[in-house]
């Protein structure tokens, strides 16, 4: 089962609904063929470009079965995002923010008394080989510094303790607070893995580096990166452990 098969099981019978870190809208048009024409639907990214392309993606897709989706680009640490909303949900978009207890707290406010948040995030780094191993053989190759992935500030790993997650989201005013391990291999086939192991990587302390590296050395750092996570070769590409948790909590 993947993750998106997980969190369809488990989806609230709500309305309305944000979409935290909605990036190229995937999740957000899951949400509004969920929630159907009479729902509303709200998708919420910092990045300009991510929302460009979440349009264009909601355009091509149009239909009279969905809700209708309204994009906005913004922190959702600062952004006014609105009120009365029944759940904000996230895939593995709410791992960024400076201030987590401020950003949680902002998007307690869009959400009525009651309402429910529903969020997927990555568990602690030394459960996710999947990061971890191809990370390391890549920095080798480029000579760069993974030390800026940090299990302390913003980054994908960011809530590894889970204690400290469950108070951050009390102090932010939410209560009932459920975490769920979701535990399965991230998969990389033959025919792609090169491509997907990039963008794997793009979220971590290489990103920059590896944009700015010509295609030769970057190449040769994917390559190293593959070579690394052989222990966890199948037929078909790699079946690297990962490890996730499912958080839903209720406002208080």
Sequence with gaps: ???RDYWNERAEAWSTRIDIGCGPATSTLDIARRLGPT????GIDISSAMIEDAQRRIDAAATSDAAPIELRVGDAERVDIG??????YSRFGVMFFDDPTTAFANIATALRPGGRISWAIWGALDRNPWAVVPTAA???VLGAST???SPD???PFAYGDLEQLDLTLRDAGFNQIKIENFAQP???????AA???KLWLAVGPLGHTLTDADDDLCGRAIDAGLEAMNAYRTPEGWAIPALAHVVSAVKR
């Design 1 to 3: 089962m993947t993750m």
């Design 39 to 42: 729902g509303r639907a709200l």
């Design 83 to 88: 009120t009365d909303f029944d759940g904000a």
């Design 138 to 140: 890549t920095a080798e």
């Design 147 to 149: 030390a800026e992935w």
């Design 153 to 155: 500030g913003p980054g």
């Design 186 to 192: 991230r998969l990389l086939t033959n025919d792609t």
């Design 195 to 197: 491509n997907d192991l």
